[in-house]
């Protein structure tokens, strides 16, 4: 048995970076002799024979050789080994084309062997912004039916949905999903959004799905932000034709778009609560200060509740230009000090009108504090 190095540690290698995960593929052999090499192992998962140790993957090849096995590989720049006295094994290309920062696919028929590698490419393009990706990756993507695409577990194509939110260009994921015809049928709400405009060309350039891509980026570095801003003009999608290019109510429609997403997906709830809400509110919040009392106390509590005041507000200032985090957190603290008398208690709803009126008082009367202050420190620079 020959055990080896693989894929995108190997990868990261090269470029010089520092792997995160370790991925073995043992060459020969089979599990007992596997479990001699590499004590400590478990089995994971059904099918092919898969161990994990820490933070190492180890898994048997059905191949007789390294270089049958690079070859079943998804992209070329993916098809490395090093093995335990450090020398490099590589597909023919694998090297040239990290060297050219191009993302290749090893071959059409890998695609098919395992459809996820249609978002798995994506991601990769999202992961690694300065690569070009080559047109026969693209015909790859095609080549796959969505009938097979959609038969992938939704759990693993939700996995590599929250990597693309975390990659450094997130927007790259719709644009080469788009680009390679294969939105559907995981993403299907984005299928035709690159040929709806985001809006009056006084507001906006681009469709849809390029605004996304664009406040996708924007949000770069937080993943939940990110996600976020995938949802939050899904509602422009569904806009009948004679309406464009205007999307008058798409924050009434885009909530329930956004949680159907994030469970089709299989995503953690607090990614489906955290869609809804930047569906329902990123145009309110993008004029804050404009808004009621009574309006900015729901929202507020809303976003608290849910714990996304800092994601939601970067994806308004994304979106919208603007900068409210710091004071909606101030009008936060101001509601949350109000109490309700004992006199107003248990009288059901009637106590949660009266909360809500004193919550807004409150508010009102630091707004006129904070422009008082405000006037005051202009007067004295004057």
């Known amino acids: 048995m020959k055990i080896y190095l693989v894929g995108g540690a190997v990868r990261d290698q090269v470029r010089g970076q520092g792997p995160v995960d370790f991925d073995f593929v043992a060459i020969g052999g089979d599990e007992r002799e596997l479990r001699r090499r590499v004590p400590g192992l478990t089995r994971v998962g059904q099918g092919i024979p898969v161990f994990v140790r820490g933070s190492s993957q180890y898994t048997i090849s059905e191949f007789s050789s390294i270089e049958d096995d690079l070859c079943s590989r998804d992209l070329t720049i993916n098809a490395l080994a090093r093995d335990d006295s450090g020398q490099i094994?590589?597909?023919?290309?694998?090297?040239?084309?990290?060297?050219?920062?191009?993302?290749?696919?090893?071959?059409?028929?890998?695609?098919?062997?395992?459809?996820?590698?249609?978002?798995?490419?994506?991601?990769?393009?999202?992961?690694?912004?300065?690569?070009?990706?080559?047109?026969?990756?693209?015909?790859?993507?095609?080549?796959?039916?969505?009938?097979?695409?959609?038969?992938?577990?939704?759990?693993?194509?939700?996995?590599?949905?929250?990597?693309?939110?975390?990659?450094?260009?997130?927007?790259?994921f719709l644009r080469v999903l788009q680009a390679g015809d294969r939105l559907a049928p995981w993403l299907a709400e984005f299928t035709d959004a690159h040929s709806i405009p985001a809006g009056p060309p006084e507001f906006h350039d681009a469709s849809v799905l390029e605004h996304t891509a664009r406040v996708m980026d924007r949000c770069a570095g937080d993943g939940l932000g990110v996600w976020m801003a995938l949802c939050h003009d899904l509602g422009k999608t569904v806009t009948p034709a004679e309406l464009l290019p205007r999307h008058h109510g798409h924050e009434a429609v885009g909530p329930d778009m956004a949680q159907s997403l994030a469970l089709r997906l299989r995503l953690p709830n607090r990614h489906g609560a955290a869609g809804r809400l930047a569906a329902r509110w990123h145009m309110a919040a993008g004029r804050y200060a404009d808004l009621k009392p009574s309006t900015r106390v729901r929202l507020l509590l809303e976003l608290d509740k849910a714990g996304i005041m800092k994601n939601f507000f970067r994806l308004v200032a994304a979106d919208r230009g603007g900068e409210q985090l710091e004071l909606a957190r101030r009008e936060l603290a101001v509601i949350k000090s109000v109490r309700l008398p004992e006199k107003h208690r248990d009288l059901g709803p009637r106590s949660a009108d009266i909360l809500l009126m004193l919550r807004c008082e409150a508010l009102s009367e630091n707004s006129r504090a904070e422009g008082a202050s405000e006037d005051g420190s202009a007067g004295m620079r004057g």
């Open 89 to 172: 094994v590589a597909h023919p290309l694998a090297l040239a084309d990290l060297r050219d920062k191009i993302l290749r696919p090893v071959a059409p028929a890998n695609f098919l062997a395992d459809p996820l590698r249609v978002i798995r490419a994506a991601r990769f393009a999202a992961a690694f912004p300065d690569f070009t990706v080559h047109e026969r990756l693209l015909e790859a993507m095609r080549g796959v039916a969505p009938d097979a695409l959609g038969r992938v577990a939704a759990e693993r194509v939700g996995q590599e949905v929250l990597k693309a939110c975390a990659a450094p260009a997130p927007g790259n």
